[in-house]
């Protein structure tokens, strides 16, 4: 059984991902980061507050030495909106608790302020990782979350890859291109050739995913993008994505093949990001609705200067680069 979050879940958070991270739960997308407007955790679900932990953290230079669990017990209706078996429980992390076990907490309610964890990689923004877990199952064990789903729509950005640096961070640089379609008021995403929006680190994590891919008879397996949720008013469908697609559907960025559809997700080819011909490490990939959507290029071992043009491109490579854990 998947948990879908309603769209009210995701009020306050400009950002959020099923797949962009190297982490066992994104894997299937049995996870969802959500990435808040403001740096404070906003709760996406209701319920009680079960417990609290602190642990620690991978020592990194940039960030936080320590990280934090907050565990709630949803309410029965909250589950019945989400599709979730009463007694869910759900797995809030990188915030610092300001919340205590017994505490009501609705949807919308502040938790805390995001941290800054270990566990994110430099280019990482700050973000709320949201999990949930069956009744009577560990709600503190690292592994056995639930597939969760997201009722929103996301639109496909088409784009060729160019653009000019607007902003530069140790490790990335983000590009003034593409341009979201309705800044503010829905959520879009960078689109394959076949206009499904894409999710993931593209190719520095092994696998991805898909916004809104639609039901069968999308555009992965020969029918229109979007599939049959065009026909009920939804022309960038909703949920699973490739999960909903035959197994081995193959998508394209820029007439290259880049992935095929894998379980509920997308596992990458052997493919390299290169910027201005040079290889760098790959594409961050989310869905947005914030004016400042664009592509973030992680590229630690490469600079680029603010006002630079710079070409993207995918390319088959033997030896591409792949992140893990840690």
């Not at 030495?65 to 797995?91: F, K, M, N, Q, Y």
């Not at 520095?204 to 008879?217: D, E, K, L, Q, V």
């Not at 071992?301 to 792949?322: C, H, K, Q, W």
Request: hydrophobic share 40%; charged share 25%.
């Amino acid at each position: 059984m998947s948990v879908t979050l309603p769209p009210d879940s995701l009020d306050g958070y400009r950002r959020f991902s099923r797949f962009n991270s190297p982490y066992p739960a994104h894997d299937d997308g049995s996870a969802v980061d959500l990435y808040p407007e403001d740096g404070r955790g906003v709760s996406p679900v209701s319920g009680v507050v079960r417990e609290t932990r602190t642990v620690g953290c991978p020592d990194r230079s940039y960030a936080a030495s320590e990280d934090h669990l907050i565990v709630v017990d949803l309410d029965d209706e909250w589950c019945r909106r989400a599709g979730a078996a009463p007694g869910t429980a759900a797995r809030i992390l990188h915030v610092v608790p300001e919340v205590s076990p017994g505490d009501r907490v609705d949807v919308g309610d502040d938790l805390g302020p995001t941290t800054r964890s270990g566990f994110f990689g430099q280019w990482v923004d700050d973000h709320v990782h949201l999990g949930f877990r069956a009744p009577g199952a560990s709600a503190l064990r690292a592994s056995g979350s639930l597939p969760v789903d997201v009722d929103v729509a996301v639109a496909p950005i088409p784009w060729d890859g160019e653009g000019v640096v607007v902003e530069r961070g140790p490790t990335h640089v983000i590009l003034d291109a593409p341009v979201h379609p309705d800044p503010g008021e829905s959520f879009a995403a960078l689109a394959s050739d076949e206009r499904i929006p894409l999710d993931g680190g593209l190719a520095h994590y092994a696998g991805g995913g898909a916004f809104g891919a639609g039901t069968p008879g999308g555009a992965l397996d020969g029918g229109t993008p979007g599939g049959d949720a065009v026909e009920h008013g939804d022309p960038a469908g909703r949920g699973d994505g490739f999960g909903r697609f035959e197994e081995g559907a193959a998508a394209t960025l820029w007439g290259t093949r880049v992935g095929v559809a894998a379980g509920r997700g997308l596992a990458w080819d052997a493919v390299d990001v290169l910027a201005n011909g040079e290889r760098v490490v790959g594409l961050s990939l989310f869905a947005a609705r914030d004016a400042g959507y664009g592509a973030k290029v992680v590229c630690p071992d490469r600079e680029f200067a603010i006002g630079e043009a710079v070409s993207l491109d995918v390319v088959p490579i033997d030896d591409p680069i792949r992140l893990g854990v840690g």
